[in-house]
């Protein structure tokens, strides 16, 4: 899905992509997604984790066009 | 004052208890000799080693032809839980249902006897299987074998394993390394394995529990049975009773003394911000406590604790010994990145626990400080 934000974490390591996440969350409107591209291990689990300790919604993983995962977040508050 | 002083990792290993020092040193010039041999060197060893077997079997309740000495926790287990297997299926592919947070010594015995049947079960929040989860994947066509730890050697959560409601027949191995010596040992399994190190023994001792009532074939190559599961050190075999045989004789007042020192360290670790503590607050380890702090790496708060004088244990990835993140965070749910894992020995002191809690606060916040959000 399109996102208002997709950041690019590729060969970012635990838990720099979920602090570019943090950082980039005021950049998007509520109700708005932003997504969060990353292949290091730790993301699969630490963003879904995020979202809940942050209250935040968690829409999914899918794949981004080089086989990456990337990971889509809502803005909820 | 213990010179294990900041010490916090004893659920990796434990520092030596004096009990076992005195033994060992004791037993190093008397038992050396192989106890299968008739001549005196043989028979002092043998005399050491029946020792050691009737007083850990005392100490579990079992009988001493139940007990044997392996190389280690994780040679116990692979004998244990691969024996139970051999015994149902003669070897040829039948399945383990085992949880999802099992010790990864349990993982790769169940990954290195490759079967389609067999069977994880997940488990909540805390980190516990649902029982009845645990009895369907039990009653799956060909599963021969049902392998439980007693207690998570991470978030340090009990499981319920005498509530498994298992088919007549279906053996349950018992992976109980975290809580021997610890909390009572549930009453319901085949096999039971645990490591001397990890309660005040010596490293190099694992300790494998088969009932007389199970069916268990010794896995590997060469062996003869429990009573020889390779070449024991009987040395160390008899140390690891003398701690264990310690240890229990005041279970409950050092159990009653961590969970009130954890219970400091989970109130603690609570009130940083953004850090979730993981695992049952109650029904747990009694010396064991694991949390997660959003945005710090595992190895930044080790060795930033380690420059304050504390040693500690982290499941997170990006840490010198992994790179990938711990199986049991993830299968909970929980973060996995900034994780430290708090085990007290145990004779740690309450001033110990506040200057823990003092020194947890300050590197968080410290760190927290640089990240810049």
């Known amino acids: 899905m399109s996102a208002a934000v997709e950041l690019d974490c590729r060969g970012a390591v635990c838990p720099r992509p979920i602090i570019e996440l943090a950082k980039a969350l005021p950049s998007v409107a509520v109700g708005e997604t932003l997504a969060v591209v990353a292949d290091d291990p730790a993301a699969r689990h630490d963003v879904p984790a995020w979202c809940r300790m942050r209250g935040q919604e968690y829409v999914g993983e899918e794949v981004a066009d080089d086989g990456a995962p990337r990971y889509v977040v809502r803005r909820t508050s | 004052m213990s010179t294990a002083r900041g010490y916090l990792d004893t659920a990796s290993a434990e520092p030596l208890h004096p009990a076992a020092r005195e033994t060992l040193l004791a037993a190093l010039d008397r038992g050396f000799g192989d106890p299968r041999r008739l001549h005196r060197a043989g028979r002092d060893a043998r005399l050491l080693l029946d020792n050691a077997r009737a007083v850990v079997a005392e100490c579990l309740g079992v009988h001493a032809e139940e007990i044997g000495f392996a190389a280690s926790g994780t040679d116990a287990v692979h004998r244990g839980l691969l024996g139970l297997l051999r015994a149902r299926s003669g070897g040829s592919g039948a399945g383990v249902a085992h949880s999802a947070v099992e010790h990864s010594s349990v993982l790769q015995a169940v990954q290195w006897a490759p079967s389609p049947d067999h069977v994880t079960v997940g488990v909540d929040a805390s980190g516990r299987v649902d029982p009845a989860a645990i009895a369907e994947a039990a009653r799956r066509p060909g599963v021969a074998v049902v392998a439980l730890q007693s207690a998570n050697q991470e978030v340090g959560t009990r499981q319920p394993v005498d509530d498994l409601d298992l088919p007549d027949g279906l053996p349950l191995f018992v992976d109980a390394a975290a809580s021997v010596g610890r909390l009572p040992l549930p009453g319901l399994w085949s096999a039971l394995a645990a490591s001397a190190h990890k309660w005040g023994g010596p490293g190099g001792v694992g300790v494998l529990a088969v009932r007389r009532s199970a069916r268990w074939t010794t896995p590997f190559p060469g062996d003869d049975g429990l009573d020889q599961l390779g070449t024991t050190w009987v040395p160390g075999a008899l140390a690891a009773a003398a701690a264990l045989q310690a240890v229990l004789a005041e279970r409950e007042e050092t159990a009653a003394r961590q969970h009130r020192q954890v219970d400091r360290i989970r109130a603690c670790a609570a009130a940083l911000p953004d850090t979730e503590v993981v695992g049952d607050p109650d029904e747990r380890l009694p010396h064991l406590v694991t949390f997660s702090c959003l945005y710090i790496s595992g190895d930044e ?59 947890l606060t300050a590197v968080v916040t410290e760190i927290r400080a640089s990240v810049d959000l």
């Open chain 2, 301 to 359: 708060l080790v060795s930033a604790l380690d420059r304050h004088g504390f040693g500690v244990a982290s499941g997170s990835a990006c840490t010198a010994s992994t790179l990938e993140p711990s199986h049991v965070l993830a299968a909970m749910g929980a973060l996995t990145h900034g994780n430290v894992r708090v085990s007290l020995r145990r004779d740690s002191t309450d001033d110990e626990v506040e200057d823990f809690c003092a020194a």
